[in-house]
Structure formats: structure tokens, C-alpha cells
């Protein structure tokens, strides 16, 4: 079934430790991205990347990092978890950067 | 700075209408996203806007004014499982999505 896919779908995880969340899609879409969403506050871009081999900055990125290693997969890492980066995570993706976003199921990550 | 203007909440009866508003002011504009969410689920495309004037698309209608910097979407015959978030989303300059918080629309028998 085409689609996006996340993994884990929840995942609670120590200060300190490194986490990486896996993100493919099969549709062949160019642009991904990489949200967070908190209560009250509205979805926030982390990063993006509009074609594979290329990524970009969003709105808060600091203590992740992102790579584009090909069109199908986009994981997006913590180096060292922080409490406020309990969040849920969503992937996105998008044939070009002009059209609507189709969004994975999310992962629910909870750093204590 | 940016920023995306929609109600917390709002409550509605089952086959009834009702407009859910939203204001924004972006660093340029390259259209206006509307996406419904359930809870604990992703968030799913609804209607796109970037000229003036309402797109309908069955019981969804979603209208935009550029020079306000405003738009809403109508929900018509509503359905209990129209019970959800409603996301308004406006592409800035940079075609990036700049979002809002969201509004819960409650649907009562």
C-alpha cells in the first residue's frame, strides 16, 4: 500500500541517549519534512529536504539532524535527547515543495 | 513575525453548519492548506486555496481573501465523525507551511 511509514510508532527514552526515527515513503515524492506537534502549538518544521542529496533548515531544528541519502527515506536524529523534545514526530512528504504534504502516522517520543 | 490566528475550540450540532475562521500574517503568501485531525491520528489534506474566493468540494467548502488575510472553511450536514482538529496552514515565501494551533470542533448529537 502506498504511503508513508514511521518507526517506532512510541518511544520512551533516556536524557542523554541518541535516537534516531526512520521515515520511507513509496510514493516517489521529492520533498520531505520533518514536524513536531505540542499541544497548544501549531505543527513546526524541524527540517526539510526538496530533493534527494539536499536538506534544509526549519523553524526549530536545533538538537536534530536529518539526512537524504536517496527519495525514499528521510530519518531524522537526536544526538542527545533532551525532556524538551518529548513530542510527537510527524514525517511528511510531497511530490515538489508547491503541493499538499501527506503525512506518516507519527511517533509519540518521550525523553525523561 | 508570522503568525496563524484560529479558534481553540468550537462546538457544533450534528447536522448543522458552522465556519471555522483564520487569520494569518506570513512573510509573503503562496496559497492556504485547510487539514482535518483526528485524535491521535495524522493530519489529512482537505482543500487548498490561493486565489480569491471558495473552493467547494462536497459538504467542505474553504474560502480565502488575500487582502484580509483570512480565510474559513464551512462544514455543512455535519457528521459525528466530523468530530476533530482543523488545521489552517499558509506557504510563505519560502514555501514552507507556517501552521496554526489548530481548532477542535465538537460535534453533539
Redesign the interface.
Known amino acids: 500500500i502506498a504511503g508513508i511509514t514511521q518507526a517506532p510508532t512510541s518511544q520512551i527514552l533516556a536524557a542523554g541517549r541518541r535516537m534516531t526515527l526512520r521515515c520511507t515513503q513509496d510514493m516517489r515524492h521529492n520533498a520531505m519534512y520533518w514536524y513536531r506537534q505540542d499541544l497548544?502549538?501549531?505543527?513546526?518544521?524541524i527540517h526539510?529536504s526538496n530533493t534527494a542529496g539536499t536538506t534544509g533548515k526549519?523553524e526549530v531544528p536545533d538538537g536534530y539532524s536529518v539526512s537524504r541519502a536517496n527519495t525514499d527515506d528521510f530519518p531524522l536524529t537526536l544526538a542527545s535527547a533532551v525532556p524538551s523534545q518529548t513530542s510527537v514526530y510527524?514525517c511528511a512528504s510531497s511530490p515538489a515543495?508547491?503541493n499538499?504534504?501527506?503525512?506518516?502516522?507519527?511517533t509519540r517520543l518521550t525523553v525523561l | 513575525g508570522q503568525n496563524?490566528d484560529q479558534p481553540t475550540e468550537m462546538t457544533a450540532t450534528e447536522g448543522a453548519i458552522v465556519q471555522i475562521n483564520c487569520t494569518y500574517q506570513t512573510s509573503g503568501f503562496?496559497?492556504l492548506?485547510w487539514y482535518q485531525q483526528h485524535a491521535g491520528?495524522?493530519?489529512?489534506?482537505l482543500s487548498?486555496n490561493v486565489l480569491d474566493g471558495l473552493e467547494e468540494k462536497g459538504r467542505f467548502s474553504s474560502f480565502l481573501s488575500r487582502s484580509k488575510g483570512y480565510s474559513y472553511l464551512l462544514l455543512k450536514e455535519l457528521q459525528m465523525k466530523d468530530s476533530a482538529s482543523y488545521?489552517c496552514?499558509v506557504?510563505d515565501s519560502n514555501?514552507?507551511?507556517?501552521?496554526?494551533?489548530?481548532t477542535k470542533l465538537i460535534i453533539k448529537p
Open positions: 497548544g502549538l501549531g505543527l513546526r518544521l526539510y526549519g510527524f515543495s508547491y499538499e504534504q501527506f503525512f506518516g502516522p507519527g | 496563524i503562496n496559497g492548506f491520528e495524522a493530519p489529512t489534506f487548498y488545521l496552514a506557504r514555501y514552507q507551511l507556517i501552521w496554526g494551533a489548530g
